[in-house]
């Protein structure tokens, strides 16, 4: 990997669902991050349009896309004319019946080089994600958990819910994963009380924030902001709340950005430290992979 | 488990290796703990002397004890006159040639219930612990990781270096752990910088509250304090870096010690919110077994 990479996370509102003019602002967007020089840029989940996961719908299948639908048509000439690395997500039609939350990784001219579907899918009140979801594949000698190598290095990508799992995280590590990447689309329930959802922020950037420390990489987490309501009267719909973030591999923050405004969020990765990290704290050298078989186990009973 | 669980963990500077000098001193703060309400008591790793692994030396195996030994037979009584729950940690001589770095856990007058031995084995310059410890055994049904029960529920003890690995953490919930516990003796070079050493401290805290996180528990650390000479005068000695601290299952400071004091720090467990957290957050239910195999890999190449 290249001894040094200026990244970018890029959190935003989404006002609707129109996905044109989305993807065009998004677009503007994409190129502030490029003039700041970032060679590596990653954009919330399902940036193309609000979070649709509210209710079930069957009629909102409607804004699924095949992998080269309107979201890949529109960002891969930018990422070709910027020459950068760019990390999408979407909401993939893999065929009638069958739908992904997808992110695709676009490498300047070469264009896409890989995609991962998401693996963990979350459903609860208000994130109806089982309905509209399949999970990523579990077959293939990797699993689901393949980092994508581009001309920066190799990038463990993940999505949201799978920002929970320490396995996923050390998965794509052993798999060579440079750097992990989030794209993630999380907000508070504003029944909950100001101490609640501070406990949750909080939960939400120590697990991530322990991926980088378990592993000695850095991690990019790009999420949502703003209020979007929700299709259904009755509900209070979502409040996302930014924090999109930038750690070292000592899972020391490097850029940490607002609760509620849009930002294009930068930071320099050192990825020579990965390398002196594992030196100082070498955790491969001493997995107890002798002793971790009961990991493949929905619980121990 | 009891609704709540008034926990302490002690945080102590050992002076010299008089063990019978310190466990005197480490039994009365047990009942300062115990004065407080605690009825579950943690002490630090290898309380009954200071950390001898700064060096390789072939007397020094001279300290460990069997199970039975000087520090079980000097708490034990004490963990039945207060009627605790008391964490120790030890030395072991399982046989000649044969030593672990071992935690007992006494329950009251019932005396010992359980033991773990410590899984994962450092070894760095000044941690010399793969020369004194044979990590724990890897065989039955649990592979070493098997959470003790208590009258006060079932603990998940794990020790110092375990604790970088989410792996650990995992398996000790999936076996029914409902509190995890660390015994630890970590500090800083002297010859980092500042940043370099709050980074290190921030990696050490964020990764085990990341395991309450992920696994919807609470997790107490017990840390050494305190400065202690090498017995190689070019070595600089370790200054343990104290910083014990209490979270609960969403991985929220409910108590946290200072750096140099000696500490008896006690906090409330409400074990209730386990129950509650877990199902907001319902990590259990998604986790992929199909696709975790390769955790019992080495590396993926």
Redesign the interface.
Known sequence: MNKAIKAAVIQQKIPDNDKTVNLSVTSEKIKQAAEQGAKLIVLQELHASQYFCQTEDADVFDLAEPLDGETFQTLAPIAAELDIVLVISMFEKRSAGLYHNTAQVIDGKAGRVGIYRK????D?PGYYEKYYFT?GD?DG?????APIQTSLGKLGILVC?DQ?????A??MA???AEVLIYPTAIGWDPADDKDEQQ??L??WM??Q??HA??NGIPVLVANRTGHEDSPDDRAPGQTFWGNSFIA?C???LLAHASENNEEVLTAELDMARSEHVRR?????R????????????????
């Open positions: 693996m963990h899918i979350p609860d999970p579990g000698e990797l699993n689901g958990f819910w929970w799992y320490p396995e996923a050390r998965l052993m798999a060579g406990r949750q909080d939960a120590t697990i924030r322990s420390v378990a070292g000592q899972g020391e100082i704290w070498p955790y491969f001493d997995r107890r992979v002798d002793a971790y078989g009961n990991l493949k186990k929905r619980w121990i009973d």
